[in-house]
């Protein structure tokens, strides 16, 4: 595969999982809480949406480096993806990419605490497996030959 499109593949599971973990540095602490993620290619961007009084956005502030794991445990698809993050009040922003995720924490796009968490990826990479019955039948059979199992792609891109 190119670079090209390994990049494109990268977005393409990103889009396709939807939910990620995203891991931020609180001092000597790493904390990771799940996310629902809004991709923006073009934009070379991963937004979030998240609220003025969380931890995370003081966190960002501080570290803006994270890491975001998004897995499809059922798939065997996982991307990893490193990143810088940043805070804004982009209102149209936050309108845009509002959606049915977000009503479990707020009312509707108009909330004055709402704020966009930006990622910007420096760094990924992929494990793109044929899926989960045939992963355990490639690892039986490298387990009885002595080999190793073909488990699929693996890249690691510079975005």
């Known amino acids: 595969m190119s670079n090209h499109d ?3 593949k990268v977005w393409e599971l990103i889009d396709r999982i939807g939910f990620c973990m995203l891991a931020t540095q609180d001092g000597r602490d790493i904390r990771s809480r799940p996310m629902s993620a809004y991709t923006k290619k073009n934009d070379n961007a991963i937004y979030f949406l998240t609220d003025l009084a969380s931890h995370k956005d003081d966190e960002v502030a501080r570290w803006p480096n994270v890491c975001l794991a998004f897995a499809d445990t059922k798939g065997q698809k996982y991307v990893s993806v490193s990143g810088s993050a940043e805070i804004s ?3 149209e922003l ?8 977000a009503k479990a924490w707020w009312e509707s796009a108009e909330d004055p605490s709402i704020r966009v968490l930006k990622i910007t990826p420096s760094f990924a990479e992929y494990w793109d ?5 045939m992963s355990y039948i490639k690892m039986a059979a490298a387990a009885v030959s002595s080999a190793k ?3 699929g792609e693996n890249e690691k891109v510079s975005l």
Do not use: L
Request: net charge negative.
């Open 129 to 133: 497996s044929p899926g989960t019955v």
């Open 6 to 8: 390994d990049i494109a």
């Open 94 to 101: 936050i309108r845009e990419i509002w959606s049915t995720p």
């Open 89 to 91: 009040n982009d209102r």
């Open 149 to 151: 199992p073909d488990m």
